[in-house]
């Protein structure tokens, strides 16, 4: 039996890995999360039987604790609460599928109470990858990827020697608005950046698809989790989202991972690893798919990929910046106080006026990320 305790169940990662728990024997959940969506949780507890359940808002955690009074279930809140149940003692394994950058506490507590870690919350990884991966090696524990570019590449290099790697080639769909000028994106809706081309997905990743955020985000993962420099990694746009990224050898020879759109499949590979397991779903069917196409990413429209990497060159305290002005905008956007190129504004203004912090440590980029909103909350 592998234990896994889920930080963030009721979102969209959270209750695709509980599908993935439901179709595999071997699986068992024993921890799960939530920030406020206490009735989903409630009903997960009821099918899982977890020992121990975390809610971020603490009114919706007593709450939780009267409904569910009849289980043997400990519930825990706030940021303690979170910390709870990424150390417990019952779970081998931790699925980050919480959003933002609040999940760097309970990921680095999780990695010292040795328990491995199925990371798709990116965020913690661009903003705090330089203290996780070390404390990963020295607590001898994996980060396995389940964004599904990161799967894609861990497949790619599986069996290969590091040092052949030559390219990551990280792929993009372009999301809802690929093809169009910044004029035309002054009037974009919230609605309109809501319709991902081929994924469905929690609300902020959707809109750092939108913006290229998302493949920024993803460039800074992939050089943590493979230790690749940023020249040799590439975004290609590969509209159809069909082959889920490659790696180029030395030797020229490219391998990619393709599927069809679908998040169980990273999910399963991670918490199976190295099996691979049966998997009901589409199949890709080579004889009826029209096309697989290639375009380069429009830097010029689509900030969110260019400044991504300007943070990731200036290193340090930038990625942070970076992703806490992107945090607080889309949170406005999706609040409808902004518009969607209002968000390159507050994360380029942001990054301009940071000084950089070298190596920041954890308390310091958590006083980073308050100064950053402070800032941004001043203006906008
Ligand atoms: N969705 C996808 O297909 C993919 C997602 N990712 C990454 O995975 C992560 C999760 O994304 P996604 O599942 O889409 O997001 P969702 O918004 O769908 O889910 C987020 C989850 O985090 C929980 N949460 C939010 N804030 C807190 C908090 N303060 N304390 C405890 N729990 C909290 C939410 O709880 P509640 O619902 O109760 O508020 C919810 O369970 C992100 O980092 C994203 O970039 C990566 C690749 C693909
Ligand atoms: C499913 C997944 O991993 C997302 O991160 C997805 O990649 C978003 O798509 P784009 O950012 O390529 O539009
Ligand atoms: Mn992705």
Same mark, same amino acid.
């Given at each position: 039996?592998?234990?896994?305790? &889920?930080?963030?169940?009721?979102?969209?990662?959270?209750t695709? /890995?509980?599908d993935?728990?439901?179709? $595999?024997?071997?699986?068992?959940?024993?921890?799960?999360?939530?920030? $406020?969506?206490?009735?989903k949780?409630?009903?997960?507890?009821?099918?899982?039987h977890?020992?121990?359940a975390?809610?971020w808002?603490?009114d919706?955690?007593?709450?939780?604790?009267?409904?569910?009074?009849?289980l043997?279930?400990?519930?825990?809140?706030?940021m303690?609460?979170?910390?709870?149940?990424?150390?417990?003692?019952?779970?081998?394994?931790?699925?980050?599928? +919480?959003?933002?950058?609040?999940? &760097?506490?309970? /990921?680095?507590?999780?990695?010292?109470?040795?328990?491995?870690?199925a990371?798709?919350?990116?965020? /913690?990884?661009?903003?705090?990858g330089?203290?996780?991966?070390?404390?990963?090696?020295?607590?001898?524990?994996? +980060?396995?990827?389940v964004?599904?570019?990161?799967?894609?590449?861990?497949?790619?290099?599986?069996?290969?020697?590091?040092?052949?790697?030559?390219?990551?080639?990280?792929?993009?769909?372009?999301?809802?608005?690929r093809?169009r000028?910044?004029?035309?994106?002054r009037?974009?809706?919230?609605?309109?950046?809501?319709?991902?081309?081929?994924?469905v997905?929690?609300?902020?990743? /959707?809109?750092?698809?939108?913006?290229?955020?998302?493949?920024?985000?993803?460039?800074?993962?992939?050089?943590?989790?493979?230790?690749?420099?940023?020249?040799? &990694?590439?975004?290609?746009?590969?509209?159809q989202?069909?082959?889920?990224?490659?790696v180029?050898?030395?030797?020229?020879?490219?391998?990619a991972?393709?599927?069809?759109?679908?998040?169980?499949?990273? +999910?399963?590979?991670?918490?199976?690893?190295?099996?691979?397991?049966?998997l009901?779903?589409?199949?890709?069917?080579?004889?009826?798919?029209k096309?697989?196409?290639?375009?380069?990413?429009?830097?010029?429209?689509?900030?969110?990929?260019?400044?991504? &990497?300007?943070?990731?060159?200036?290193?340090?305290?930038?990625?942070?910046?970076?992703?806490?002005?992107?945090?607080?905008?889309?949170?406005k956007?999706?609040?409808?106080?902004?518009?969607?190129?209002?968000?390159?504004?507050i +994360?380029?203004?942001?990054?301009?006026?940071?000084t950089l912090?070298?190596?920041?440590?954890?308390?310091?980029?958590?006083?980073?990320?308050?100064?950053?909103?402070?800032?941004?909350?001043s203006r906008?």
């Open positions: 039996m592998k234990k896994i305790a &889920i930080l963030g169940s009721t979102g969209s990662i959270g695709q /890995t509980l993935v728990v439901r179709a $595999n024997d071997d699986l068992e959940i024993v921890g799960l999360s939530a920030g $406020n969506n206490i009735d949780l409630e009903e997960q507890i009821r099918e899982f977890p020992r121990l975390a809610v808002n603490e919706a955690a007593r709450d939780l604790a009267v409904r569910v009074q009849d043997d279930v400990k519930i825990v809140s706030s303690d609460g979170l910390l709870e149940l990424a150390r417990m003692e019952e779970a081998d394994i931790l699925v980050t599928a +919480i959003v933002g950058m609040i999940g &760097i506490r309970p /990921t680095m507590e999780a990695i010292r109470a040795g328990k491995d870690i990371l798709a919350n990116k965020e /913690t990884l661009v903003t705090a330089h203290l996780i991966m070390p404390l990963a090696r020295k607590m001898n524990v994996q +980060i396995l990827p964004d599904s570019e990161h799967s894609a590449v861990f497949q790619a290099i599986h069996g290969e020697k590091k040092e052949q790697i030559h390219k990551l080639l990280i792929t993009a769909s372009g999301g809802p608005f093809g000028k910044t004029a035309e994106l009037k974009v809706t919230l609605e309109d950046t809501l319709k991902h081309p081929n994924w997905m929690g609300q902020k990743i /959707t809109v750092d698809s939108a913006t290229l955020v998302n493949k920024g985000l993803e460039v800074m993962e992939a050089r943590w989790l493979f230790d690749v420099d940023l020249d040799h &990694i590439q975004v290609v746009v590969q509209p989202s069909i082959i889920h990224s490659m180029e050898f030395e030797d020229g020879a490219v391998i991972q393709l599927g069809t759109p679908d998040m169980r499949l990273p +999910i399963q590979y991670a918490l199976c690893y190295p099996d691979r397991r049966y009901a779903g589409d199949r890709l069917d080579f004889r009826t798919l096309q697989i196409t290639f375009e380069e990413p429009d830097m010029e429209t689509f900030q969110g990929l260019p400044m991504a &990497i300007e943070a990731a060159r200036k290193g340090g305290s930038m990625p942070t910046v970076f992703n806490a002005a992107n945090e607080l905008a889309v949170k956007f999706l609040q409808r106080k902004i518009g969607f190129l209002d968000i390159y504004d +994360i380029g203004q942001s990054m301009e006026r940071h912090v070298r190596e920041p440590d954890l308390d310091q980029i958590l006083e980073i990320e308050k100064e950053t909103y402070q800032w941004i909350e906008w």
